[in-house]
């Protein structure tokens, strides 16, 4: 059970280096938060919809996460320029990219309906 526990503040951790270090997490995370809000308070969004609009945050998160992994570990085992390195990095960067890409067609087919018929009212 020690093991388990130590093993959730390792995890914490990392989110935490992410969040602090990283621009890019900054503003998907301050992004998410006002997607959320939005959502809940202004747009009272059904649960499963809400769901699917998460389900699109978090793989953002998890992507940008996962871009910091590929370049910590790329910047630890070289210094110089390297062209698995950079595909390493784009392929990463990419990742987010397409994630990113895929929240924004969520929003569009989800939360833009709702916000055309506030504006409309």
């Known amino acids: 059970m020690f093991r388990l526990l130590k093993s ?3 995890a914490l951790s990392g989110i935490r ?24 308070s202004l747009l009272h969004m059904p649960a ?3 769901a699917i609009v998460i389900l699109a945050i978090f793989m953002v998160l998890v992507a940008e ?22 595909v390493a990095k784009d392929a990463a960067a990419g990742a987010v990219l397409l994630t990113a890409v ?8 989800l939360i833009w309906p709702y916000l055309k ?5």
């Open 102 to 109: 895929n929240a924004i067609v969520v929003a569009y087919l």
């Open 65 to 86: 996460t996962f871009n910091t992994a590929v370049e910590a570990t790329v910047d630890l085992t070289t210094s110089r320029r390297h062209p698995l390195a950079k």
């Open 17 to 40: 280096q992410v969040s602090m270090t990283q621009p890019n997490m900054k503003i998907h995370l301050a992004a998410a938060l006002l997607v959320i809000i939005v959502c809940v």
């Open 117 to 121: 018929n506030q504006i409309l009212r």
């Open 48 to 50: 499963l919809e809400l």
């Open 8 to 10: 959730f503040g390792w």
